[in-house]
């Protein structure tokens, strides 16, 4: 039976009925609705989901193809995701971001889960309302991206770390003595699945932050229990197999893969994703928005207490490594991205759940007052976006909903701040002060349909460009682009299904040349004429004109519009 913390009181059955529905809610908005709000983002997406759809029409689940050749940046549990939903919902954004969706939930439940387990059932609550309505849990959840799901299975495996070293029960319950066979096994088959997902950095991060939890609580020999021959057997059972079968079919895939996409991306600039040591510590907080305010005063008291106390709980020190190792690891990289630091935001959730919850029922004046200001912060912010918007709305020819549509966001995360704020003050987080710190959320999340557009005067994703293309008649096999972004690019590619090439002035195509500026003479150079009249995309901004080699023409400038 767990312990109940001081100060919290169990909740009576229709209490219970009454968190279970606002919590199922919440999971269900945050994680599942407006998955295809928008068409695919940067250049990730649209690769990852084509590779998945060749996958789904192919049959073939071993070699990751990328317009038809092999292609070995990440492994293969999202595709493999991604192509079953595909194949049971049809190829669409949402079934796309299914499986990150889906990893994010049960990434969640194992955590609350767990919380419930070892710090009580309000910890519990105020995690299941925090993570999953946190900037960064939203965000990677609707991508269809590796990041999720990798981030997801590690969760699930250290959930499993927890339970085989008997830190389940409560803070002060002993390591258990028998060996806990399915939790052994699980930890093995999770792993393998971040193996699957990402590659060998799960076995890194889970076995840094062990190797940390044993040197704080000198419990080498629980330690070297996780490599139980039922977990090893399992994690081979589990990730072996594919990269096996993967490396038979493919020779040079382990020097692409381990060498190039693992070793240089980590020990080297080669992939110019270059940025200072302090990137994490600025991406946590944008990734705990609107929470962040929360975080840094649960980090300030944490570590207060941590220097008061003798000897923090193993099941803290867990966390911490956990969190802290992760953090550690991608900091020293030389390469970082955002997402790479995903696998530690469920560990520092947990952390601020059990702060928030102790110093709600302490009453923390501390507590309270940082979230009111943040509220305010972010009320004054939403005055001065909607101030702003307004006067951008002014000029024709800027685009005044950006800030209004920040500044609408901004005032939900100060409603939001302020409950929390209000439950601290109380000295306990009651059902309508929870209802009223995520229905803001919420709203903002169920508004994304009609904000999104509206934000965006101009799609970035490329999927209203290739319908637009597609509308005129225009043959995508003959099209050629100049002057757009990357990320756009790979997403014409994808809603095209064509790999659209760049333009060659050394080599000029006979065909369509798509630009974003009217300015085809200038790209052209003295390779290829263009038609006089190009084909204005309107809902795009993009022209569409004819281009054909001058040896090819008999020196004439003729050309049709394409129909």
């Not at 799960?202 to 609580?217: E, M």
């Not at 705990?288 to 944490?302: C, K, V």
């Amino acid at each position: 039976m767990t312990l109940q913390p001081p100060g919290e009181t169990s909740a009576t059955p229709a209490q219970r009925i009454g968190w279970a529905i606002l919590i199922l809610i919440t999971l269900y908005i945050c994680y599942f609705t407006q998955l295809g709000v928008i068409g695919f983002v940067g250049p990730d997406e649209p690769r990852y989901s084509w590779i998945a759809r060749a996958m789904a029409e192919t049959g073939d689940w071993v070699t990751p193809k990328l317009y038809g050749k092999p292609w070995f940046e990440k492994p293969v549990l999202y595709y493999w995701g991604a192509a079953l939903s595909f194949r049971w919902f049809g190829v669409s954004e949402a079934a796309a971001r299914l499986p990150s969706a889906i990893s994010a939930l049960l990434a969640t439940l194992a955590l609350a889960w767990w919380a419930w387990r070892t710090y009580g059932e309000e910890c519990a609550r105020w995690l299941l309302l925090l993570l999953p309505t946190s900037v960064g849990m939203i965000g990677f959840s609707h991508a269809a991206t590796t990041d999720m799901p990798f981030a997801g299975m590690l969760t699930m495996a250290m959930v499993c770390i927890a339970v085989a070293l008997g830190l389940t029960q409560s803070e002060d319950t002993p390591i258990l003595p028998r060996t806990p066979w399915m939790a052994l096994i699980l930890f093995g088959f999770f792993l393998g699945l971040a193996v699957l997902a990402k590659g060998p950095a799960a076995i890194i991060l889970s076995g840094g932050a062990i190797c940390f939890w044993a040197v704080f609580t000198k419990r080498w020999r629980e330690a070297f229990r996780l490599l139980h021959p039922a977990a090893i057997s399992s994690f081979c059972l589990t990730a072996l197999p594919w990269y096996v079968l993967c490396a038979r079919r493919n020779p040079d895939f382990f020097r692409i893969f381990i060498i190039e996409h693992n070793f240089k991306r980590y020990l080297t600039p080669e992939f110019q994703h270059v940025q200072p040591f302090w990137f994490y510590g600025v991406v946590v907080l944008i990734t705990f928005l609107p929470w962040s305010a929360a975080l840094l005063s649960a980090t300030y008291w944490g570590i207060q207490r941590i220097r008061r106390s003798t000897q923090p709980a193993p099941i803290t020190y867990l966390l911490l490594c956990w969190s802290v190792f992760c953090l550690l690891f991608f900091t020293i990289s030389k390469s970082k991205l955002p997402g790479y630091i995903l696998p530690a935001v469920p560990a520092i959730g947990v952390l601020l759940a059990r702060v928030v919850q102790i110093g709600a029922n302490a009453k923390s004046r501390l507590a309270g007052y940082v979230s009111f200001s943040a509220a305010v912060i972010f009320a004054v912010a939403a005055g001065a976006a909607l101030v702003a918007g307004a006067k951008l709305m002014r000029h024709s020819h800027i685009n005044g909903n950006i800030a209004a549509g920040a500044a609408f966001v901004l005032f939900l995360f100060a409603a939001g701040n302020f409950f929390v704020a209000l439950a601290a003050f109380r000295g306990r987080m009651q059902l309508y002060t929870a209802a009223g710190m995520v229905l803001p959320l919420l709203i903002a999340m169920l508004s994304m349909g009609r904000l999104m557009p509206r934000v965006f005067s101009l799609d970035p994703s490329g999927k209203i460009l290739a319908q637009e293309i597609l509308s005129t008649g225009t043959p995508a096999s003959q099209i050629s682009v100049q002057g757009i972004n990357r990320g756009m690019h790979y997403g014409l590619n994808f809603y095209l299904k064509q790999e659209i090439p760049e333009w060659d002035s050394a080599r000029p195509r006979d065909g369509y040349l798509l630009l974003g500026a009217k300015s085809c003479d200038a790209v052209a150079d003295d390779s290829a004429r263009c038609e006089a009249r190009p084909v204005y995309l309107e809902r795009s901004q993009r022209f569409l004109y004819r281009v054909r080699p001058n040896d090819s023409l008999g020196g004439t400038a003729g050309g049709r519009k394409p129909q």
